[in-house]
């Protein structure tokens, strides 16, 4: 039994879920409302036959206790194992001599940091000391922030002294290069070693699980420069990969898929105390790829930008927003999967003040952000000379495009070139032409598949216990429960598509953009049951595993995609992936090297040998389109117990039969195309 199996066979679903949702049985499901997004009718489901959930409303997910947890606590794959494994009582497969050392290195780190914040507040709320208290007055009364706040922040004080944090972790038996890796003191050219924050306002920085990993810190003297001093770089701390406040705003941006993002960290205080949760800050001048990947697009579809209004702010917010545009592709033609908008806040004041001011006014303001190719066009134009030449409004409209076609939707992006015509004085066919263009050099610039090895004929093979066809929703319910056949695991069609994914990542935008384009203009269907390829879409727990940290791998910024997967994958998963790769490995050498990366070069050289290649992107389509005919028909099972179990008001079985014709039009979307694409194979 493999460790995901075993932790699944012993924690239960419904009772882990109990501890923070309380589910009401009916039937043989418990139900709740969803505790991913606010709801009044129940739509959340938890079967504890199959030991599963899924949200059939606004979410339009599920999957088995991995995901949940990981939806929950925006745990990877990595730190659910983890974690799970610890509250079952499974130990894991040892660590690598040198994973252990770095892993135990890291927590030594974040020990001595927390130590530090835990310092500074509790020397915040030291009555005895004048300047302390002088610094707590300030925080209450200047800054508007209730002793609730400073607590759940953890907000403090550094003293004025040279040694006073040095001193105390020293006498805990942390050594001075632990205190400089960890960037709470500074050594100069003569070595000499002091403390790095003296009489500052300190606000602890938060990774997104909630780890203090350094410190943004506010001068409270004049003379004190610079205003604000953050923790360097270290090995926990890099301002580039985090965004300030995510650990208490993640739930509140998954609920409402909306995120905000101000310039300062007293600004998302502010929000969040005001009770706008899904507020963070940005660490830096401009936003970076992966502080965007932190919250979009797998928590957030809305990006809401509130930057200073002044020129710096604008140029910042410009540089965001083409920052946001390469790191936000739907696909490699340059498409947003996100919407982005700006807001401005009147007065040219900072969040921080207008919501100590009027809290009232910032909902408004986040409703009314401006949609960015306005906000982009207004920019442009005021920049432009009054009687600006055709060379000068053609440079603005080239400059433009990239932003304003970057859009999955055709419409708007045909009312972005519209405004942007009337506004420069433009041919729109001019536009249109140049817009090709920019897509045509987008294209030609993506990473392009390699051919793989001939792929299996799946229509030659037996049919796999477990694939069905379901009866149509007509059938009488009575007769439906011949048809919950249980499904097997380990799949040759799911080994095979998790072989080519993990062979040809980019490809995994490619059967994405497939599946919108089934969907069109249908959001219920490309929210629900047509959206991205998923672990949902495969039925072994490992091959779950695997695809889970797959798409993390991808979304990530830190390191290249199959060293993120060696670093994050368990030793077991990593065996089951080199099980996965090895009919294509095994002929080439007498055992597997330690490193994932070099057995996927050795993988790919191999498959570009190969004869009678088939075009592997029509291929993977076409495989990853029968694997969502399989999830389907497993979603369908679903609702057909629903049915079943006679337990349903009038109200639930109208709301399941909506459901259950959504999840039937997106089945005959894709039996259609698998339909159409064996007629072109065949003609």
């Not at 300062?264 to 205080?269: E, S, T």
Request: glycine share 4%.
């Amino acid at each position: 039994m493999s460790a995901v199996d075993e932790i699944k066979s012993k924690l239960d679903i419904v009772e882990y879920i109990q501890r923070t949702t309380p589910l009401k049985k009916t039937g043989r499901v418990f139900k709740a409302c969803c505790p991913f997004h606010v709801e009044k009718t129940p739509s959340f489901v938890v079967d504890p036959e199959r030991q599963s959930w899924r949200c059939f409303g606004a979410c339009a997910e599920g999957g088995d206790l991995f995901s949940f947890a990981m939806k929950q606590n925006g745990w990877s794959f990595h730190e659910a194992m983890e974690e799970l494994a610890k509250l079952a009582g499974v130990e894991l497969r040892p660590q690598t001599p040198e994973q252990r050392v770095r892993d135990e290195a890291l927590e030594r780190l974040r020990g001595l940091i927390k130590l530090a914040a835990e310092f500074y507040h509790e020397h915040l709320l030291d009555g005895s000391d004048r300047q302390a208290a002088a610094t707590l007055k300030y925080t209450r009364e200047k800054r508007g922030l209730s002793d609730e706040t400073l607590s759940r922040f953890q907000i403090g004080y550094a003293p004025p002294g040279w040694q006073n944090l040095r001193d105390l972790l020293t006498g805990m038996g942390y050594s001075d290069d632990d205190l400089v890796n960890a960037g709470v003191v500074s050594r100069n050219e003569q070595g000499n070693i002091y403390d790095r924050f003296r009489n500052r306002l300190m606000i602890p920085i938060r990774d997104e699980r909630g780890r203090v990993v350094g410190f943004g810190a506010r001068a409270l003297a004049a003379e004190d420069n610079p205003k604000y001093l953050n923790s360097p770089q270290s090995p926990v701390f890099d301002k580039s990969r985090l965004l300030f406040g995510l650990d208490f705003a993640a739930r509140a941006i998954r609920d409402t898929e909306t995120v905000v993002i101000v310039e300062g960290y007293l600004d998302a205080i502010q929000a969040q105390q005001a009770g706008y949760a899904n507020v963070v800050a940005q660490m830096g001048t401009a936003l970076t790829e992966t502080q965007l990947k932190l919250v979009a697009p797998r928590m957030a579809k809305k990006i809401i930008l509130a930057l200073d209004s002044d020129a710096a702010g604008q140029n910042a917010t410009r540089r965001s927003l083409e920052v946001a545009r390469e790191a936000l592709q739907a696909d490699y033609a340059g498409r947003l999967s996100v919407d982005i908008r700006i807001l401005t806040v009147p007065g040219a004041k900072d969040p921080d003040d207008l919501i100590r001011e009027a809290p009232e006014q910032w909902q408004a303001l986040v409703s009314e952000a401006t949609p960015v190719a306005d906000y982009v066009i207004g920019m442009e134009i005021e920049a432009l000379p009054p009687n600006a030449s055709v060379q000068e409004r053609e440079g603005a409209a080239r400059r433009l495009l990239p932003i304003l076609i970057a859009s999955e939707d055709d419409l708007y992006r045909k009312d972005n070139l519209q405004k942007l015509a009337m506004k420069l004085r433009i041919a729109e066919r001019d536009l249109m032409v140049w817009a090709q263009e920019q897509q045509q050099i987008a294209k030609a610039k993506a990473p392009r598949a390699a051919p793989s090895a001939q792929p299996p004929d799946f229509d030659t093979l037996p049919p796999e216990e477990g694939y069905y066809d379901l009866p149509d929703f007509d059938t009488p319910v009575r007769s439906r429960r011949a048809a919950l056949i249980p499904a097997v695991s380990k799949s040759r069609l799911e080994r095979y598509c998790l072989r080519i994914l993990f062979e040809r990542p980019d490809l995994f935008y490619h059967v994405n953009r497939k599946f919108r384009e089934l969907a069109g203009d249908d959001t219920y269907l490309s929210d629900g049951p047509l959206n991205e390829l998923c672990a949902e879409d495969f039925t072994d727990s490992a091959y779950q595993a695997l695809m889970r940290t797959f798409q993390e791998a991808l979304v990530q910024d830190e390191m290249d995609a199959m060293e993120y997967l060696d670093q994050q994958l368990t030793a077991e998963l990593i065996d089951e992936l080199r099980e996965i790769l090895r009919d294509d490995l095994e002929t080439m050498r007498p055992a597997l090297r330690n490193g994932l990366s070099a057995d996927l070069v050795v993988v790919q050289k191999q498959s570009e040998r190969q004869n009678g290649i088939l075009d592997i992107e029509v291929e993977l389509i076409a495989k990853a389109l029968e694997l969502r005919q399989r999830h389907l028909g497993r979603l369908r099972q679903e609702i057909i117990a629903m049915f079943a179990d006679d337990q349903l008001d009038w109200e639930d079985m109208a709301y399941y039969s909506q459901i259950a014709t959504l999840t039937n039009i997106a089945k005959r979307l894709i039996d259609d195309e698998i339909s159409r694409q064996a007629r072109r194979v065949n003609a």
